[in-house]
């Protein structure tokens, strides 16, 4: 971007201070508290961003994203335009940067899921107006901010407490170990040596001194943990050839409700959906009374309106 201040993007969970993060869920909080009993379609009581226009760009596939960004501008008084990125000119080889350029000129703000983190820097880079990271294949920001706001409802204030990560090492999982760093939580992430979390998010989580570790078994990852979290074993993106592999190698991972047992009394199971049934988490566990999974999806929709206020500046 040439000229003006830098646009107030939300990219990453690192990027930001503990307090930024904090005031976010607040927001998302009282945000959600006021508009109980509305209809989903109704405008909330104060609309934050009356005329504001937000572009989501989608180069993967998704449900929650997608509605939640939609159905939050709407409630706040602006709307979304939906953008296919494959029929976009950038499929046909226009650059990301010319591409955050022109987009500037017509929206307020600018969410992307895309298949490359590269891309989404880029985007940012050549921004002027702020960019949502809606998941790449590195991290999953939004996300984890839901995954957090949706603990806290559950089990209270989540500094101090243990999380656990069962599966692959995923993107999801990178902003887990973010978040652990910054909101102070321990977060055991049980996964197979071959689908270990990324080497620069623990190096991020152990030069600040996080309580985040890797291990083997996922019996001595859940002891005591607070909640328990899974994902797909497959992401978008994943190599198809490699799927029965991953399987192989993911199945001792598979959260039962046997391995919940081993969890704290009250634990809650979270999976950022969409789920494999049988595979990462049985139904049993899905749809069991530990399972927050719901709440989970509908805290996407409160903690963006949030975030989309704090990057605008409201
Ligand atoms: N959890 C999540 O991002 O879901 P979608 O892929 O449906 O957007
Ligand atoms: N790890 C999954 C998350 C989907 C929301 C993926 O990237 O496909």
Redesign the pocket.
């Given at each position: 971007m040439s000229g003006g201040a830098r646009p107030r993007h939300f990219l990453d969970i690192r990027d930001h201070a503990p307090e930024t993060l904090r005031a976010i869920l607040d927001d998302a909080k009282a945000m959600k508290a006021a508009r109980a009993g509305l209809p989903k379609g109704a405008p909330d009581p104060e609309p934050a961003l009356p005329g504001h226009a937000l572009a989501m760009i989608f180069e993967?596939?998704?449900?929650?994203?997608?509605v939640s960004f939609d159905i939050g501008m709407r409630q706040m008084g602006g709307h979304a335009l939906l953008l296919n990125g494959a029929e976009m000119q950038l499929g046909r080889g226009e650059t990301v940067a010319d591409t955050a350029r022109v987009l500037s000129r017509y929206v307020d703000a600018v969410m992307i899921?895309t298949t490359s983190h590269a891309n989404l820097m880029e985007l940012a880079e050549h921004s002027s107006v702020p960019v949502v990271n809606?998941?790449t294949d590195d991290s999953?920001p939004?996300?984890i901010m839901a995954d957090i706001l949706t603990f806290e409802e559950k089990r209270g204030p989540v500094a101090g407490r243990k999380l656990t990560w069962t599966g692959d090492g995923n993107n999801v999982a990178t902003s887990f170990i973010e978040a652990a760093t910054l909101f102070g939580f321990e977060l055991v992430l049980a996964c197979p040596e071959t689908l270990s979390p990324s080497p620069r998010a623990l190096a991020f989580a152990a030069e600040r001194g996080a309580k985040v570790r890797v291990e083997r078994d996922a019996e001595r990852a859940v002891e005591g943990a607070d909640a328990v979290i899974a994902d797909t074993w497959f992401s978008?993106g994943d190599d198809p050839s490699a799927r029965e592999s991953r399987h192989n190698q993911l199945a001792p991972y598979q959260v039962t409700a046997r391995l919940m047992e081993g969890a704290a009394p009250g634990a809650i199971f979270l999976h950022?959906?969409?789920a494999h049934r049988g595979e990462e988490a049985t139904a049993e566990v899905m749809d069991g009374p530990q399972s927050a999974i719901f709440d989970e999806?509908e805290n996407?929709l409160h903690v963006q309106k949030a975030i989309l206020k704090w990057c605008l500046g409201v």
């Open positions: 993967k596939p998704s449900t929650r994203t997608r899921r809606g998941l999953h939004c996300q978008m950022c959906l969409p999806a996407r």
